[in-house]
């Protein structure tokens, strides 16, 4: 067997154990394979691919930056670097790297992933430019329809309706669609839409937290308390580490003067990511509200200092050194 034949064989091996879901057998066929033939840049390609699946995302990043430099590593290396980027939130990095695949390969995929790495990067011209021409190359792609729809800002909350009515005709199936279109509807207050939007999300995505959020914020919004709180609770037996889902939960309970459970759930929600500004001000303003001021000053300092720029933060940061003055 020549070394083409052998490549072709261990690249068919490791197919097969991940269609039978054996990613890890994938991932051991796959590195033995470019220990033997370093010099192939597809080994390091699929490699890097099939590490972003295991979620791997730092082996999938140097496996791309190896197949960067070797024959037929070009384009699918510049997607997995990109991916594997995107992945560890170094957005700006992933952008240039999704470009330099474009460049390579100006294909519906490549520019799908870099408009999604310019919108999280809050590049949104850019974005849209690159869904513009998935939908020039394909006009009926769902995904960009999507993407069009989560770049719309809460005062074009119609203009994401309409584009999401277009994902969902496309894919009447779409659990992202309904999901989105959930949040327009209910930040439109057209409650008893988004509420069936939400529950068609949850009937094709049984396991998404965020369908659960949701639709017990819509719930709450509703006045039906009972039920939104079962939602809530939901989100958070699915994943106890939703740092988003722990925060709802606590505010909701803070709203219903529950405050033994808000201070559960808002430590749970800081716990799961002690980085979100947004939990530590919510907490904050929680302990201040509690006359807890010295607390209260703790977390809202921290709050401002991973994000200098929230005004919300501020002025409660503002009231507690007022109020200890």
């Not at 509200?289 to 002025?315: L, M, N």
Request: charged share 30%; aromatic share 6%.
């Amino acid at each position: 067997m020549n070394m083409s034949d052998w490549i072709t064989e261990q690249i068919k091996k490791a197919w097969s154990c991940n269609k039978q879901g054996d990613i890890d057998g994938a991932i051991r066929i796959l590195n033995c394979a470019t220990k033997q033939e370093p010099g192939d840049g597809f080994l390091w390609v699929l490699l890097g691919n099939m590490q972003l699946e295991k979620g791997l995302t730092k082996d999938a990043e140097l496996s791309a930056r190896i197949a960067l430099s070797k024959p037929g590593g070009l384009p699918n290396a510049y997607r997995v670097l990109g991916r594997s980027l995107r992945m560890q939130a170094q957005n700006l990095e992933a952008v240039e790297a999704f470009k330099c695949a474009t460049k390579l390969d100006p294909c519906v995929l490549t520019f799908i992933y870099l408009a999604d790495a310019q919108r999280v990067c809050e590049n949104l011209v850019e974005a849209e430019a690159a869904l513009r021409e998935v939908l020039r190359i394909d006009p009926e792609n769902e995904e960009a329809f999507l993407q069009l729809a989560m770049l719309c800002t809460k005062e074009e909350d119609e203009k994401a309706v309409a584009y999401l009515e277009k994902v969902i005709s496309l894919d009447p199936d779409c659990a992202d669609a309904y999901l989105e279109m959930g949040q327009r509807l209910l930040s439109l207050q057209l409650l008893e839409e988004a509420a069936a939007s939400l529950r068609k999300a949850i009937s094709l995505a049984s396991d998404d937290v965020w369908c659960y959020m949701y639709l017990g914020l819509v719930l709450q919004e509703m006045g039906l308390i009972d039920d939104a709180e079962k939602e809530l609770r939901k989100a958070v037996e699915i994943d106890p580490d939703h740092s988003a889902a722990q925060m709802v939960l606590a505010n909701f309970y803070k709203g219903r003067n529950r405050n033994d459970e808000a201070e559960v759930h808002y430590r749970l929600s800081i716990d799961a990511w002690p980085d979100d500004s947004v939990a530590l001000r919510c907490f904050a303003n929680f302990l201040f509200s509690q006359d807890r001021t010295e607390e209260a000053k703790v977390y809202a300092e921290k709050a401002i200092s991973i994000d200098p720029d929230d005004g919300k933060t501020r002025r409660l940061l503002k009231d507690i050194m007022e109020e200890r003055i």
